[in-house]
């Protein structure tokens, strides 16, 4: 098993500009998750989905949207890039939501 | 509110004495914790987790965590430190019944031979 893979690696944004981070999972896990994370902050969480079609709100979930239209993916959208954004972006996944959370390599994002 | 607090934003031992990585949490009901290692440029890694049980979990990497429901503590432990343990660990408990995580800031540990 791949386990979590997440796409791109690196990215630079204009500000203004948008994209979507892939998050794939392979585990067929109920539960998958976006965090941020921030130096000496921890992760924050963005958003989370407990099935295919069913998504809420984190603790940070302003200037970003998910969609889950499958088991396996749970991609995140940043529509209009601001420098607070600047981050690296981790995507986990859980069969449920007592089960250990599996993490992605991440994504490291700098809006300029 | 729920909440994980990481007094120690780094810990320096010298290679082969005990490591302690501190944690404290914030929970109303069970609590489930766990701790998490980040190297350099990867992702979260999974070391441990209490769920209920023994109050002395013992996880990956030799690495042992110590639920001390009184002092609402869940110290990370080893007995022996290794070069290769430096890196980031997190402390983090689960909020609510979405499996929500909330971490601490974080603690970098420094291993010198």
């Known amino acids: 098993n791949a386990g979590v893979t997440q796409t791109p690696k690196f990215r630079i944004l204009k500000i203004g500009q948008s994209m979507t981070l892939q998050c794939t999972q392979d585990m067929n896990h109920n539960y998958m998750y976006w965090y941020r994370q921030d130096p000496g902050m921890g992760l924050k969480l963005i958003y989370y989905s407990v099935g295919a079609g069913i998504t809420d709100k984190g603790e940070v979930p302003n200037g970003y949207n998910v969609s889950r239209s499958t088991t396996e993916d749970f991609p995140l959208r940043l529509e209009l890039a601001a420098p607070s954004q600047t981050s690296v972006y981790f995507c986990?996944?859980?069969?449920?939501?007592?089960?250990?959370?599996?993490f992605g390599p991440g994504t490291r994002l700098l809006v300029l | 509110a729920q909440s994980v607090a990481q007094p120690e934003d780094q810990v320096n031992v010298a290679e082969g004495n005990p490591l302690t990585v501190k944690c404290t949490y914030s929970?109303?009901?069970?609590?489930?914790l766990f701790w998490y290692v980040q190297y350099p440029n990867r992702g979260l890694q999974f070391l441990l987790k209490y769920i209920t049980g023994d109050n002395l979990v013992k996880g990956s990497y030799g690495f042992e965590a110590e639920f001390n429901k009184s002092q609402t503590s869940f110290h990370l432990k080893k007995p022996s430190a290794l070069v290769s343990d430096s890196a980031l660990y997190f402390c983090a408990v689960r909020s609510g019944n979405t499996g929500k995580l909330i971490f601490g800031q974080g603690t970098t540990l420094q291993v010198k031979p």
């Open positions: 986990a996944s859980s069969y449920y939501e007592r089960e250990t959370q599996y």
């Open positions: 929970v109303s009901g069970n609590p489930y």
